[in-house]
């Protein structure tokens, strides 16, 4: 099977050129100016750029969280991210307490099995670290799985203590494995949670009140400061305010491997808007939480001087109403109280999309500066470049035939994934892909789902990744 993308402008991290593209098979073959083949299926993109397919580092499908799951599944999430322009995505394995981490890889591998659509790869979050689990964290490197999570919060659930992340991290560091922190201090949050819901404060609102910004910097210094005793290589997740990225600054400078990633959502949503009118706050709980209008500059500026290295979403949905048919419960269980909403917000169609607008057509960041942190970082620091994250000869063809013309309105009812609410209602974005093709299988062609349940392959990604 071959394909030939013809009169296109190809767009990576580092140049802008323009070349037809020969895909054989599922790579990538050649790139040159009036290339031609009798064999091949040619699509037109006269006017249209040709970006790398997008890559979100940060998901959670079929996430169990606070007694129901998130609401998509591996292939309704990858539905929803071949539209959105992405066909690669690294998902976060849970270990549950008391399992094995293979028990645990095992039990994520069955939730995509037979549903993947597109390309996935996993993370381990580490929950309980046992005698037996930190000998068995080399073996995840031969699974795989470079990348650890730990959770600096959510007290009695994810959370873990310093000894664990200390120890894991030395691990990490002797075996080329990347540490991932979401850090908050959870033990003060879990305090100022008691106090609040004792003095009757039960809205949306004071999911923020009691988790406040300075409680997300101490932690993203103290798991810093500990990546510089180890030598471990540390990447900080979901990294929402000022306070948090000073601390990353810091440590960039002290020489530490350490690196950030924000969510589109903290440079367009604020704490203000978890006050809106009745449980309209509930849609928009994730930890950490929103913050202030102040913060969004400094996440832009972060991402566009390589502070921060890459943009992902942090998708984690759950329904705003799941007590309808068919559906998980969702957000309606914290109708009583802030605690109870689970934390999570969609994202994972939009991003690329929304990126574009605000940032390349908004002036914030050259298109290559897109490509850089949308999939071209996301594919080196995780370990899957260069067969992914760029347009090259003998990288896999994971291409967006990206219109910049294609002008659209987000809205939930357009949404492909499990989802009943947008955080982008309403928002008029300019440029698109009109085709998505993942190893040079077209999932998405102009506005059709060509895509194929099953057909998503699991990265086995390498370790010793790049430090940028
Ligand atoms: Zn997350």
Known sequence: MKTLIKNGTIVTASDTFQADILIDGEQIALLGRDLSDG????????????????????????MPFGGTFSSDDFFTGHQAAAFGGTTSHIDFVIQNKGHSLRQAVDEWHAKAQGKAAIDYGFHVAITDLTEDVLAEIPSLVQAGIPSLKL????????????????????????????VMVHAENGDAIAELIKQHLAQGHTAPKYHAITRPAIAEAEATGRAIAMAGMTGATLYVVHMSCEESIEQLVLGRAKGFNVMGESCVQYMFLFE???DKPGREGAKLVCSPPLRQPKDAPVIWQALRDGTLQVVSTDHCPFWFDGSQPGRKPGKELGADSFDKIPNGVPGIEDRMGVMWHHGVNGGRMSANRFVEITSTNPAKIFGLYPRKGTIAIGADADILVWNPDKEYTISAANLHGAIDYSLYEGMVIRGGADQVLLRGHLLVDGGAWTGQRGAGQFLHRNAHAAIL
């Open 151 to 178: 959770f600096m919060a959510y007290k009695g659930v994810l959370q873990v203590d310093d000894t664990t992340l200390f120890r894991t991290m030395q691990v990490a560091a002797q075996h080329g494995m990347l």
């Open 39 to 62: 064999d091949a299926t040619v699509i037109d993109a006269t006017g249209k750029l040709l970006l790398p397919g997008g890559i979100d580092v940060h998901t959670h499908l079929d």
């Open 272 to 274: 203000q808007d978890l």
